[in-house]
């Protein structure tokens, strides 16, 4: 089952659900405050290996962005967030 990820509109809180696929938010439960019906954010895709230190084998070259590298143009720091 798909991880989706939900923020919480009263008290800001997110929270991790796993749930079929076409499933929404509706009966999702905020656990701080107990809002029911929190708003689906847009998660980033992740991918086992993916930007790990060993798949780069560290061998210079490797175009493009991100690869696990720090990332100065959003407040997360890392580029797989912000889509960098």
Same mark, same amino acid.
Do not use: H
């Given at each position: 089952?798909?991880?989706? +990820?939900? +923020?919480?509109?009263?008290? @800001?809180?997110?929270? +991790?659900?796993?749930?079929?696929?076409?499933? /929404?938010? !509706?009966?999702? +439960?905020?656990? #701080?405050?107990? &809002?029911?019906?929190?708003?689906?954010?847009?998660? #980033?895709? !992740?991918?086992?290996?993916?930007?790990?230190?060993d798949? %780069? *084998?560290? *061998?210079?070259?490797? *175009?493009? @962005?991100?690869?696990? #590298? #720090?990332?100065? &143009?959003? %407040? %997360? *720091? /890392?580029? !797989? %967030?912000? @889509?960098?």
């Open positions: 089952m798909p991880l989706y +990820e939900y +923020e919480c509109e009263k008290c @800001g809180k997110r929270v +991790e659900v796993r749930q079929q696929v076409g499933q /929404n938010g !509706a009966q999702v +439960e905020c656990p #701080s405050c107990g &809002t029911v019906g929190l708003r689906r954010l847009f998660s #980033s895709f !992740a991918c086992a290996g993916f930007g790990d230190s798949y %780069s *084998g560290g *061998g210079g070259g490797g *175009g493009g @962005g991100g690869g696990g #590298s #720090s990332c100065s &143009t959003c %407040s %997360s *720091g /890392n580029c !797989a %967030s912000c @889509g960098m």
